[in-house]
């Protein structure tokens, strides 16, 4: 009975257990040709930004919402007016140039890795927050390392700006909190199938198998993390089979301060998850004073010059999580 409550209330049952102390993060049997990103909004940014930086450890990447690589030069300013306001004036070969030159100094991997990455992008015509235009960029991006027949752009469904799902969240058309979108359409399940290729059905996520873990282990208050992570682990992956690794990354206003731990409970992944042999990584980012008071994953740089390296902060503490996973 608490169990099938919980199943209808579960963001409220994870906030009420939140206070108690999260154990560490655990290692399980991972296969290392199975580990993939994506990311919504600023998590969108961010998981293009690890999919560049460690183009030797992830096989795919999924922008919702998001933009081109390197997109705010480090300008706060830029990321406002040119990535979200008007990303059709950006000069792409700029951006190709950066990693290029940044490959070269070996500050991210090589490149060469990145001609086998699946890549899919959405980015919706409605999208008032990040204009659909910053998807064509990013696409133009990929397109200098990665052939076009492993990239996927899509335009619809005409959502506002969010992460859309089957049947969770506010209004489709409706650009606010949660940033989850009720739209009819199964965006984690099409990220997954992208990466993973045809999946045993959809099924519901069971809630002993969402785990909590504490983050500051992984990184500082210069990181920054919030306080807690999610991990969603199948059945059979705690039993020791082998499984492929997923990373979900929030966007702007979606950690815990501002909707609890809905991104992590809503947004589709851990119905697919389960009978797939896919354990869900959900790393949380927080609210920073170097400005960031949303909890913006670090796309312009609050954080540093390196916050698109592999000696950026969070890219390291995102890396050190995936590691655990694998026992490294």
Not at 162 to 191: E, Q, S, V
Not at 296 to 322: N, V
Request: aromatic share 10%; proline share 6%; net charge negative.
């Amino acid at each position: 009975m608490i169990e099938s409550l919980c199943t209808l209330l579960l963001p409220l049952c994870m906030q009420l257990a939140s206070p108690l102390p999260a154990p560490p993060l655990k290692s399980y049997n991972i296969d290392p040709q199975g580990i993939t990103i994506s990311g919504v909004s600023s998590g969108a940014f961010m998981a293009v930004q690890m999919d560049v930086a460690y183009s030797a450890t992830f096989q795919g990447v999924a922008s919702v919402a998001g933009g081109i690589y390197w997109c705010a030069e480090q300008d706060a300013e830029k990321a406002t007016e040119n990535c979200m306001k008007n990303p059709a004036a950006i000069d792409s070969s700029i951006m190709i140039n950066k990693a290029r030159d940044l490959s070269a100094r070996q500050k991210i991997d090589d490149l060469h890795h990145l001609k086998n990455h699946k890549v899919l992008i959405y980015a919706s015509p409605k999208d008032e927050v990040v204009k659909m235009d910053g998807g064509l960029k990013l696409q133009d991006f990929y397109r200098a390392f990665t052939p076009d027949s492993r990239i996927e752009f899509l335009s619809t469904p005409e959502t506002a700006h969010g992460f859309p799902t089957l049947d969770r969240g506010g209004p489709c058309h409706t650009g606010r909190l949660p940033w989850i979108l009720n739209c009819d359409f199964d965006m984690a399940g099409k990220i997954l199938s992208t990466f993973y290729g045809l999946l045993n059905e959809r099924g519901p996520q069971d809630l002993r198998n969402l785990h909590r873990f504490h983050q500051h282990e992984f990184g500082d208050a210069e990181t920054p993390l919030y306080r807690d992570g999610w991990v969603y682990v199948p059945t059979a992956c705690a039993a020791g089979a082998p499984c492929r690794l997923h990373v979900a990354l929030h966007g702007c206003q979606m950690n815990p301060d501002f909707i609890q731990q809905r991104f992590v409970s809503e947004a589709g992944y851990n119905e697919w998850a389960e009978r797939n042999f896919i354990i869900v990584l959900y790393p949380q980012s927080a609210r920073d004073q170097r400005g960031n008071p949303y909890a913006c994953w670090d796309w312009y740089g609050f954080t540093g010059e390196d916050y698109i390296t592999q000696q950026g902060s969070q890219p390291q503490a995102l890396m050190k999580m995936i590691h655990r996973l694998r026992g490294l």
